[in-house]
């Protein structure tokens, strides 16, 4: 196909592929009306929302494509269209990337039409085709319009809201990990109906006294824009009470202290089951895991420079069921400490867009070489929540920070 050419649809469901050789792409697809816009936010289907009427997500896993497939007898009769977008996972413009739609049929797989847009250079978002209704017939159109303000820009172009106000708090879901059992009491099975990850304390145990809150702690979202975090704080990652971010990259720096030499600090991340059970750890000796869901940038050996030193991009929606926990941390490779360290930070960033989300500044470094930067946390909500730590461990390698990463979860 060729832009703005269209072929008519002869199967009723239909799935569209979209693949690039040299990247992976994060696919969504949006249901508008006859004026272009969703109806509402539950019309804009992606990772982290992937039904919607008629439309639904299907994720490549890291090995194929992601996909939209469309049920053009199952999608509302006000809706006029469904366009299908692509943005590059970690976020970065198209430019030398060349991405491919593949629009087959759903039931036996087979090709219907092929559209590759050319010439792309900074756009960092697609509308790649749109499936369309005209005259009680169905079509699929090559669009190829880019955007030079990632995904998010077509989801406001087209009516998606992440800015309206907060709906009223509800009381926050449990993480996704089990409390462990008092030493030497077997743990009781949970009760009917509860999640498999809760283990109540033996009835034999007398209720622990609630802990004093620490400095910082509390919630807080991502409603007013940028969060700064103090130690022990923790911010949701949804906007507007939904889900909203399908990758993110945690981003680290840090400068020697002043008249001091060159560091060589390592980030990491360590991935968890909800038994605190170490899965992977993602580091420089090992640059992707968990089939390329959480890809690190590679090794800085100075911290020279302004700006991040080193960063890694997680892909919320790619990872497998069983990750519901995920520790950032730091270490001090050359085994200086870290109280000759200066401006050390971490900072999550919408890996689509670029935008920085939320921002902790490390102070009162303590002379040891590893720390606990931030963590995050699924919880059975499927939202996941980010909370700063800035807790030092006497280590120089990610792989002795594996145990006291899984205690403090």
Known sequence: MTPGSNVPLSVPRVAVDVAASSARLDVSGLLLTGDGKVRSDDDFVFYNQPQGPGVSHRSGGGSGPDSITVDTAAVPAGIEKVVVTASLDGGGPFAGTTPTATVRSADDGSVIATFTPTGLGP???????????????WKVRAVG??????????????GVNVEEPAAPAAPAPAAAFAPPPAPGLPSAPPPS??????????????PAAPPAPAPGAGKVNLDKGRVNLRKNETVSLVKAG????????????WEPAFGG???????????????????????????????GAVQHSGDNLTGAGSGDDETITVHLGGLPPEVTGLVFTVNSYSGQKFNKV?????????????????????????????VLMAKLIKQFSGEWEMTAMGDFIDSRTAKGMVRPASAAL
């Open 123 to 137: 756009e960092t978002a697609l509308v790649v085709v749109e499936v369309y209704r005209r005259g009680g017939a």
């Open 261 to 291: 030499r060159d560091i060589d600090l390592d980030a990491s991340v360590i991935a968890y089951g909800p038994q605190r059970n170490h899965i992977a750890t993602c580091y420089f000796g090992k640059l992707s895991i968990l089939n």
């Open 145 to 158: 319009q880019g955007y030079a303000n990632g995904l998010g820009g077509i989801a406001s172009d087209f």
């Open 242 to 253: 939904k889900p909203f971010l399908s990758s993110v990259r945690m981003g680290l720096g």
């Open 193 to 206: 109906g509860a999640p498999a990850a809760y283990l109540p304390p033996p009835p034999s145990a007398p």
């Open 342 to 370: 200066a401006k050390a930070y971490c900072r999550l960033l919408d890996a689509g867009t670029g935008e920085e989300l939320v921002r902790f500044d490390l102070t009162g470094s303590e002379p040891r070489t590893g």
